[in-house]
């Protein structure tokens, strides 16, 4: 089945509807912002002490100015943006890309490159 890049996020994930991180941010509770920041292991990655204000998610397409965490060091985001994408699946670039999604999950990154053979086809 060929997929439809403006129902995946930009790099090709399909959030569940149970994600911690945007339930935390929608119920605004510190207890499951504080287990999805942990979870996420956030201050590892962007060496930012937990605060509530920028631990959330707003849901990556979201055409409001991001203000979470996530989405403001999302690499992949941006560069998706900047080239007019849906989705990484539209991107020709996208064997070669060393962002660090792909770097940190090269499987995922697998996942995705079939998706795009099969966009493609």
Known sequence: EKPNP???NY???????????YLAGQSNNEALK????????LEEK????????IVFCEKCKSTDDPKSLLLTNCTVRKCAIEK???????CN???TCNKEIWTTFPQFKEEVLKMQAAYQS
């Not at 504080?34 to 292991?41: G, L, N």
């Open 11 to 21: 790099c090709g994930y399909k959030c569940p509807d149970d994600c911690k991180m």
């Open 34 to 41: 504080i287990e999805a920041y942990t979870m996420w292991r």
């Open 93 to 95: 670039d996208l064997k």
């Open 46 to 53: 962007y060496e930012v002490k937990y605060s509530p204000e």
């Open 6 to 8: 403006k129902l995946l």
């Open 84 to 90: 007019g994408f849906d989705c990484c699946i539209e």
